[in-house]
């Protein structure tokens, strides 16, 4: 952490990325660390980049840039553990990449790397990041709005597997910054009517095999609905908890690929995402299919999973 704030200090321009298809701890994390050095050193240019998330854009608007910006700057990349996940490719236009990240390593990319896993969301790394530094950092409501947001939405509202005593903390040090809980909670709260209508299409449309329960989000559903693919791509834990079913997953169709986010609240899934060019949590993953052909397929590997962790406990 002392490595990545003497390079902070020492670069005039920094440019902040993080991952396509960005949810809460990802905007948390690049807007929470972008207003923190923004507030620290005023003479420093910052700039968040990427694509833009509506679930929460109520934390930030992202900078359009040029590649010239690029030069003789500071890359940052928050909560990505893959490289061809980075949303932004330019990132290596930097002249240093710094990697923060609280999921499994896939790719040790970066000229400086800080990932640890007991961390349950990249925000509270950047807030943790802070409170370490607090005698030579600064940081304004704004940034304590992102990162609460972003903790509070990668931890399920503090109910996940990795929350701790240290989370707990250091959401309260948000808090007597203050932070406004409710008019986060309202803002991440707000339901469209579309959305409330894909809700009852998932209730009444999910599969369940032998332990597994999973659903398929083709174009035409997210099209029919009138839905973002962010809003699509939220409906996995609506599945997610029933009894009998360790494992849930969706498969939401995206241009060009099909997306996996995986979830378990009982057999070890990372590795699974990690044959399927994915990666993630111990029970949180993402991953992907070359095609609907292969949904079969991935359906056996994960009720060899599930068997497996049955006969371990």
Known sequence: MQRILNKIKSYDTIIIHGHKRPDGDCYGSQFGLSNIIKTSFPNKKVYVVGETSHFVDFLGKVDTITDDVYENALSIVVDTAVQDRISDSRYTKGKEVIKID??????????????????????????????????????????????????????GRFRFRGVSKLTHQIAGMLIEKGVDVEYIDGNLGKESLQMIALKGYVYSNFVTTNGFVYLKMTRDIIEKYDVSDEQAASVVSLIGGIEGFPVWALFIEYPGEIRIR????????????????????????????????????????????????????
Request: overall charge negative; charged content about 25%.
């Open 262 to 313: 995986l979830r378990s609240n009982g057999p070890t899934i990372d590795k699974l995402a990690n044959q399927y060019g994915g990666g993630g949590h111990a029970k949180a993953a993402g991953a992907k299919l070359e095609n609907w052909e292969q949904l079969p397929e991935f359906i056996k590997d994960v009720e060899e999973v599930i068997k497996a962790y049955q006969h371990e406990v």
């Open 102 to 155: 609280h999921h499994i390593p896939v790719d040790d990319y970066g000229d400086l790397r800080w990932v640890d896993t007991s961390f349950p969301a990249c925000s509270q790394m950047i807030a943790y990041f802070y409170n370490k530094f607090k005698n030579e950092l600064s940081m304004t409501l704004e940034g304590a709005n992102a990162l609460y947001t972003g903790i509070v939405t990668d931890t």
